[in-house]
Nanobody, 127 residues
Framework: QVQLVESGGGLAQPGGSLKLSCAAS????????MGWARQTPGKGLEWVAG????????YYKNTVKGRFTISRDNARNTLYLQMNSLKPEDTALYFC????????????????????WGQGTQVTVSS
C-alpha cells in the first residue's frame, strides 16, 4: 500500500533553515505529482508547495515563495522541501502528499486533490 514517511523536522531559529524529506513506497513515484502541506492546531490542512511528476515544474503558496524549494529524486523515490529564512508563522506539522491520480503536467494546489498524506513531521520556529 501507499506509504509516505516524512523526516527532517525540528526546532529552528527565525531566519534559519531546515530540509524535510519524504520517503515514498507502494506506488510508482515517478508517475505522480507530489506536494507538501502543513497544519497548525485548530486549522485545516494548508497546501504549501507542489511539483510535477517528472520534476520539471514547481508551484508555491505565496507566503513561502522565494523561501521554500520543493524537489524530488525519482530514482530514490524521495520528495524534499528545503525551507530557508524560516519565520515563527511557519511553525506547523508538515505533511507530504501524493496526487490522487497519475497525470502529466499538472500539480494539485489544494489539499483535497491529494489522495494520500504521510503522518507528518513537526517544524517549530522559535528563538
Amino acid at each position: 500500500q501507499v506509504q509516505l514517511v516524512e523526516s527532517g523536522g525540528g526546532l529552528a531559529q527565525p531566519g534559519g533553515s531546515l530540509k524535510l524529506s519524504c520517503a515514498a513506497s507502494g506506488f510508482t513515484f515517478s508517475n505522480y505529482a507530489m506536494g507538501w502541506a502543513r497544519q497548525t492546531p485548530g486549522k485545516g490542512l494548508e497546501w504549501v508547495a507542489g511539483i510535477y511528476a517528472d520534476g520539471s515544474d514547481t508551484y508555491y503558496k505565496n507566503t513561502v515563495k522565494g523561501r521554500f524549494t520543493i524537489s524530488r529524486d525519482n530514482a530514490r523515490n524521495t520528495l524534499y522541501l528545503q525551507m530557508n529564512s524560516l519565520k515563527p508563522e511557519d511553525t506547523a506539522l508538515y505533511f507530504c502528499g501524493k496526487d490522487s491520480i497519475p497525470r502529466g503536467e499538472y500539480v494539485p494546489t489544494t489539499s483535497p486533490e491529494y489522495g494520500n498524506w504521510g503522518q507528518g513531521t513537526q517544524v517549530t520556529v522559535s528563538s
